[in-house]
């Protein structure tokens, strides 16, 4: 079934055929043709533009098209094809679940036992309401010149000291890249941009290819206005544990 929907385009006279893009494409969406990235198809194209960044020329882009609708049987069914032949994208990702993206496997985790009674009960540091970036309005109080923190839905739930060590004087912003509508945040975040000035905005993410698109809205949303925060990143493991903390404004 074809329907308007993000999807990935790419500029053939920009691409050097240099293939970075095809092993971040964690669906397996792209291949290279006579020295030149081509979309397979457009059902195994999530949209979310992860290969986007590593492109060294500029050449990919993502636009809003009528496509056939993504599909995670299919690829996980061209996903294995190119295990069995030794051509599996993305080789440090040891399993590629239905969805075509790590976010979703199945995983026990080792929790630290919680503090007992008497011990001291934890508190909440959350300094606004609303925190889901759709709902937020530009000319909220507690946005302007804010310490602002794009925050993965998946990362809230995964960071222990979320309340404790992130949250005190920020303002935070829940999206999820994968299964919200990226254009949405990115007019959101625009408006955001535009309207609270946010003196810094730090995207805390997982691990996970998927997540990464968080990047990629906050990138697409700076192109559009001209205000410059102090960026910075963050990424989080499954576990909780930071393994990546780039430029962040704040003390960690």
């Known amino acids: 079934m074809n329907q308007v929907r993000n999807i990935i385009e790419i500029d053939e006279e920009l691409c050097n055929g240099c ?3 095809i092993l971040d494409c964690a669906e397996g969406a792209l291949e290279l043709v006579e020295g030149k990235a081509k979309l397979v198809r457009e059902i195994f194209c999530d949209g979310l533009g992860a290969c986007i960044g590593s ?8 636009t809003q098209r009528q ?11 061209r996903l294995s094809k190119l295990k069995s032949k030794g051509q599996a994208p993305a080789p440090e990702i040891p399993e590629i679940p239905a969805c075509g993206c790590p976010s979703s496997e199945s995983r026990v985790l080792s929790p630290v036992e919680p503090s007992r009674p008497g011990q001291g009960e934890e508190v909440s540091t959350l300094g606004h309401w609303p925190i889901k970036l759709q709902l937020l309005q530009p000319g909220a109080p507690f946005l302007k010149n804010a310490d602002l923190i794009l925050l993965a839905d998946c990362a809230a739930a995964s960071l222990p000291d979320l309340h404790s060590r992130f949250l005190p004087g920020k303002a935070i912003a829940l999206a999820c890249p994968k299964l919200d509508n990226p ?4 007019e959101k975040l625009t408006q955001l941009l535009e309207g609270a000035r946010p003196q810094s905005v730090t995207v805390v993410h997982m691990e996970v290819p998927c997540c990464k698109g968080l990047e990629f809205i906050l990138q697409k949303a700076l192109e559009k206005t001209d205000a410059e925060p102090r960026l910075g990143s ?9 393994l990546e903390a780039l430029n962040v404004p704040w003390n960690l």
Do not use: W
């Open 234 to 242: 963050i990424k989080i493991a499954r576990d909780g544990s930071i």
């Open 19 to 21: 293939g970075q893009c």
């Open 183 to 186: 254009q949405a945040h990115v």
């Open 67 to 77: 496509a056939e609708d993504f599909d995670e049987k299919a690829v996980e069914e």
């Open 55 to 62: 492109c060294p020329t500029g050449a990919l882009t993502i």
